[in-house]
Each structure stands twice: as structure tokens, then as C-alpha cells.
Nanobody, 123 residues
Framework: QVQLVESGGGLVQPEGSLRLSCAAP????????IGWFRQAPGKEREGVSC????????YYVDSVKSRFTFSRDNTKNTLYLKINSLKPEDTGVYYC????????????????WGQGTQVTVSS
């Protein structure tokens, strides 16, 4: 099991920004492609972004492209999701987890989920 811990969520007004963090065990970023997922109230969980373990290539779904930026700091074993121009529809619980397949080819996971971090966008 790969244990990842999310943090950085909170309450923010529309058009505001947040930076979410995902702390990973040592060597995780070398072995696994990592995805960010979110689950809005009353909705199914969806993948929004991922990053490749080999070269750091990122992928974003259309709804977040140009507003979300996925990055990593291997020396700190930490991943970041910078979110700009937040919209009310971005509200939900955000999770990071390892992917079973290469980033950009699908959203299959090992089904190991942490507590996530709550993002609430409201005026």
C-alpha cells in the first residue's frame, strides 16, 4: 500500500487560488504515476490531473486545463496542485493516489484512498 497525505484545502472565494500538497513515502515518485482526483457533493469521484514518474509529464482534463498546475519536488517527496481562478464547481474533496497505468492513458488506481482535503469555493 502506498500512503499519501493530502493537505492545503480550505474556503476560498471565486477567482481565488489554492495550492494543495500531497506528501509521499520515499521513492514513491520514482515508481508510480500519481493522479489528483476530486469528488464534488452528490457526484462521482473524477480524475482531474496526473504526473508521470519517469519524466514529469502532466495531463489535465479539459475542465481544469489552464487553471490547474501539477508539479513535484522529489527532494521533499511532495507533489503540489496549484489551482488558479477557482470556480464554485471546483468544490469537493481532493485526493492524490497512485495510478495503475501511465498518466494520460486512463484513471485506474490501486483503490487506496486517504482522507483527502476539502476545497470549498463560495462567496
Amino acid at each position: 500500500q502506498v500512503q499519501l497525505v493530502e493537505s492545503g484545502g480550505g474556503l476560498v472565494q471565486p477567482e481565488g487560488s489554492l495550492r494543495l500538497s500531497c506528501a509521499a513515502p520515499e521513492f514513491t515518485l520514482d515508481y508510480y504515476d500519481i493522479g489528483w482526483f476530486r469528488q464534488a457533493p452528490g457526484k462521482e469521484r473524477e480524475g482531474v490531473s496526473c504526473i508521470s514518474s519517469d519524466d514529469g509529464t502532466t495531463y489535465y482534463v479539459d475542465s481544469v486545463k489552464s487553471r490547474f498546475t501539477f508539479s513535484r519536488d522529489n527532494t521533499k517527496n511532495t507533489l503540489y496542485l496549484k489551482i488558479n481562478s477557482l470556480k464554485p464547481e471546483d468544490t469537493g474533496v481532493y485526493y492524490c493516489t497512485a495510478l495503475r497505468q501511465p498518466c494520460g492513458t486512463g484513471w485506474s488506481t490501486y483503490d487506496y484512498w486517504g482522507q483527502g482535503t476539502q476545497v470549498t469555493v463560495s462567496s
